[in-house]
């Protein structure tokens, strides 16, 4: 009973613990945004690991907004296990907050991306989620001087996100 206990005391310090990391993240979103002109190709510089993008190098985002205001994201890679390219289509909309898409590859399960910052002329992005878990740096060409990746890191810092966990995307 009392190693149940203590496993059971483990867990709530640990949830606590994550609890209190989610609160430091500043998840507020540009509060300028026009949708159209973030349209089109972004390269993907940089991003935490998660399973969906493991392994993933040449990796690419294409948004397309349709008439009907629905817009259809399209991201593409390189596996580096199998050397084949992958292509995942999914759908975005509008979110809660200017700045916040949902978006969905798989039917209706919707989560936030959200764009934390932007270039004055939308020449790059650094977005996030409801999760600390997820942070990427996009950019409209495939490198950005070091000037500005400092820029965007010191962003990301200073709203909460551990930026040593970021893997540089080879392009």
């Known amino acids: 009973m009392k190693k149940g206990y203590l496993l059971t005391l483990v867990a709530m310090v640990v949830a606590i613990g994550c609890k209190a990391q989610d609160e430091m993240i500043d998840r507020r979103t540009v509060t300028d945004f026009d949708l159209k002109r973030y349209m089109g190709r972004w390269y993907e510089l940089a ?35 199998t050397g084949k390219p992958h292509t995942s289509i999914g ?3 509008a979110g809660k907050h200017t700045g916040q898409l ?17 270039g004055d002329n939308y020449e790059w992005a650094l977005v996030g989620s409801h999760s600390p878990n ?3 740096i996009l950019s ?9 990746l400092d820029h965007i890191l010191n962003i990301a810092r200073h709203r909460g ?4 966990k970021l893997i540089w995307v080879e392009q």
């Open 47 to 81: 991003r935490f690991d998660h399973r969906f993008e493991r392994n993933m190098v040449q990796c690419e985002a294409f948004y397309t907004l349709h008439p009907d205001g629905k817009v259809e994201v399209r991201n593409t890679g390189l596996d580096t296990t």
């Open 102 to 118: 949902r978006v969905s590859f798989f039917l209706f399960f919707y989560s936030d991306y959200n764009i934390l910052a932007l």
């Open 91 to 93: 759908k975005a909309k």
């Open 134 to 136: 997820y942070l990427w």
């Open 161 to 164: 996100y551990d930026t040593t």
């Open 140 to 148: 409209r060409t495939p490198t950005l001087p070091q000037t500005t």
